[in-house]
């Protein structure tokens, strides 16, 4: 089973909503980030959402207003209500999980694609 198991992605219209939802499925020892990237083919992955402990929530320019990224702690799931969707909102998008056992690692997802039609 994939260590960050995500869901929620598909085809949606313009100007509807999606939640995506990710789930760590096994103990990584101490969760210091949660939050979402997306890429598209040949760019960049670039932030999209991201929670630090501490309750600070950051957001990329483009989504403010529009994305919501909530954490669930005791089931170690982060979820992005993602609302009046954009064209330029069709990428795939990344869970990403930072976490300190001995020392601190990243966590990527295997992606799931959003894709937001006119």
């Known amino acids: 089973q994939e260590l960050l198991v995500e869901s929620g992605g598909g085809l949606v219209q313009f100007g509807g909503s999606l939640r995506l939802s990710c789930a760590i499925s096994?103990?990584?020892?101490?969760?210091?980030?949660m939050g979402w990237y997306r890429q598209n083919p040949g760019k960049q992955r670039e932030l999209v959402a991201i929670?630090?402990?501490?309750?600070?929530?950051k957001y990329v320019d483009s989504v403010k207003g529009r994305f919501t990224l909530s954490r669930d702690n005791a089931e170690n799931t982060v979820y992005l209500q993602m609302n009046s969707l954009k064209l330029e909102d069709t990428a795939v998008y990344y869970c990403?999980?930072?976490?300190?056992?001995?020392?601190?690692?990243?966590?990527w997802g295997q992606g799931t694609q959003v894709v937001v039609s006119s």
């Open positions: 096994r103990r990584i020892g101490r969760i210091n980030a």
């Open positions: 990403y999980v930072r976490a300190t056992v001995l020392y601190e690692n990243t966590y």
């Open positions: 929670s630090e402990n501490g309750g600070t929530t």
